[in-house]
């Protein structure tokens, strides 16, 4: 690299894993090769893997490994000679890509002459609406996400309010990182893992990406965000709350108030047929009338700064968002419904739950009480 | 779609994510956009993540918000956008991008007249040799996976042996799952977390992707894989060992000597200058002599599947591999040394250790013992 190039890099996870999961059923740790065509799949994987794809793979999905392709030695792992022998066994003439394939391979198939072309679109649209077997498995996740919360809070709860503030649990100061430690404990007994679980005190809670550090104190807030992933199923809960070991100020609680309130409007909207964007609009609209505004304050935004929900499935953020996406719910969405306000010096405030929409409303996947103040 | 079309997916991370942390010690759960050039890296984040991003990354890197590149509304995440505009920052005329860039943003880059070529070698070959901070990060992982594995041998050996063999802790059967379980717990209390760990007995550790579930047995081998991440720094661990609760066959016990054998044979080989692909060369001749064939049976293979052992660092896979890479070992890399066995009816056993290569051979991240019959 010269002084006159620059190498771009994405950070970003590859959705194609979880696409191919949701399409064909099956995943492991490696990469591999999925076509989807008009008349099924057909998955590429290794001789070691063959009987795991056989036995996980969803009915009328032809397995291969590159030996069943013809492929040898060193051309085994060629994905362009793999892509062209699938072609020939499903005889197609065209090939499209997703926009998170990668480039090396896309750029080494346009220059074999591969008639090729980007698909701009969700690959799998059909993942917005869930079946009640994928219902049944996020309710799953939700349910351990509900249990570590309740342990989580109980924790808090029964902290001792020392000097300056401190919350101590048997002579110890209690910290995010502790708290963290029995989440994630309780979602392993639940079959579940938890990975950058937030639990963030004051104004590290202003951040929705600080995850929190350090010793917790009465009288902040303290933001509690648990999405866990099953083990098993690979699906997704996602739950936060927000709550106050001792008395909050007035003012904390005008707060949290008008987060529920937006939280209970938003999802007193959510049914099949709304736009969803509608439903981020009333989020918005109460903050304006309680006078809890959105701006930026020293080139960094308080306030309302994120949307309203997202999707939960086999990714923890997919589609529909609940947001500036246009889309409308449609039954069998399963979606969060999470306002959140942000204001350093005085804290943050967030309250989700994932819910299913319904022709008539919504249903939780687990309901989990909602308390601030933890006297 | 139609019938002539079909749509490839490719599985698998995204690379970029760690090679960004590496270079910019900066990590966002969003997709971002890092440039490196010959003067140092320019980042785009969002305003919610600037601050963070400045705390964070490495003296030199430029942080730039899409309000501070002048870009507003529709525009701010248009990355075609961001990338034209760092390249008048930098002024710079070409870019490059990794072989897993999307192929969407390549694409459409390509069409708006950029020059752009793919970097087919690896983006940071730098990562391969770690410097003394670096290994003080690995080496707190592996003391994770190392406590961890002690608590893991330590339940199997205390289990009782039960009627046809089961293996019983506290009048219930003690299963994968419940010393997976035991395993992660420990992880949690040294800050790390653990994904996909592999507690698998019998046939299950014949398949080197199977991470084992249900009731354990007594006599069986049963291969314990941890593989943690530290929550902290990003950075992994990884250590095999294989145990049998109970006597194990005189066929079993020949399996897991060769096994044992093979990786001191490697182990001791380890230096800086050697190649790696002498290494796995070793543990070949090592099974071979022993009678110990690598072969096909029935479409799935058997012996000694898989490499001897890869690099670990910010991805638990990295280089160098030690296997079929041609890679000289170098001291600072980070190995592990993972030599296995696999027969369906007899069992599998793996024994791994990761090591720092130094200019006269290794060391340990930590050391745990290698003991197969827990008697």
């Known amino acids: ?40 799949g057909l998955l590429v994987v290794s001789a070691m893997e063959k009987g795991r ?166 009288g902040q807030s303290v933001i509690l965000d648990i999405f866990p992933r099953s083990e098993k199923t690979g699906y997704w809960g996602d739950i936060s709350r927000t709550v106050c070991r001792g008395p909050a100020s007035a003012e904390l609680k005008k707060l949290y108030n008008a987060v529920k309130a937006a939280q209970a409007v938003a999802l007193r909207a959510v049914k099949a047929g709304v736009c969803a964007d509608e439903i981020h609009g009333l989020c918005k609209t109460v903050f304006e009338q309680r006078g809890f505004e959105t701006k930026e304050v020293d080139g960094a935004y308080v306030g309302f700064i994120h949307g309203t929900g997202h999707g939960v499935g086999l990714d923890i953020h997919e589609l529909p968002r609940v947001g500036a996406s246009g889309e409308t719910l449609e039954p069998g969405n399963v979606i969060t419904i999470e306002p959140g306000l942000y204001y350093p010096g005085l804290g943050g405030v967030r309250i989700e739950d994932t819910v299913v929409v319904t022709e008539s409303g919504y249903r939780y996947l687990s309901a989990c009480p909602k308390k601030f103040e933890l006297l």
Chains 1, 2 share one sequence.
């Open 1 to 40: 690299m010269n002084q006159l190039t620059g190498m771009i890099l994405v950070a970003g996870s590859s959705p194609s894993t979880t696409n191919i999961h949701y399409l064909s059923g099956f995943t492991a740790p490696d990469s591999f090769l999925y076509m989807k065509t008009a008349q099924g």
């Open 53 to 218: 794809a056989i036995k996980q793979s969803t009915p009328g999905t032809q397995i291969f490994t590159p030996a069943d392709l013809g492929l040898k030695g060193k051309k085994a792992w060629n994905k362009v000679e793999q892509i062209r022998i699938l072609m020939e066994i499903a005889q197609l003439r065209r090939i499209l890509v997703p926009v998170d394939f990668p480039a090396g391979l896309f750029h080494a198939l346009e220059k074999k002459g591969f008639k090729i072309a980007i698909e701009r679109k969700a690959i799998c649209p059909e993942r917005k609406v869930k079946d009640k077997a994928e219902i049944a498995k996020l309710r799953k996740s939700q349910q351990a996400a509900v249990a570590a919360m309740k342990s989580a809070i109980s924790l808090i709860g029964s902290a001792k309010i020392g000097k300056n503030g401190h919350l101590f649990i048997e002579k110890e100061f209690l910290t995010s990182e502790k708290v963290r430690q029995l989440i994630h404990k309780t979602l392993i007994d639940h079959d579940c893992a938890g990975i950058e679980t937030i639990v963030a005190g004051g104004d590290q809670g202003t951040d929705p990406h600080e995850r929190g550090h350090g010793p917790l104190f009465a």
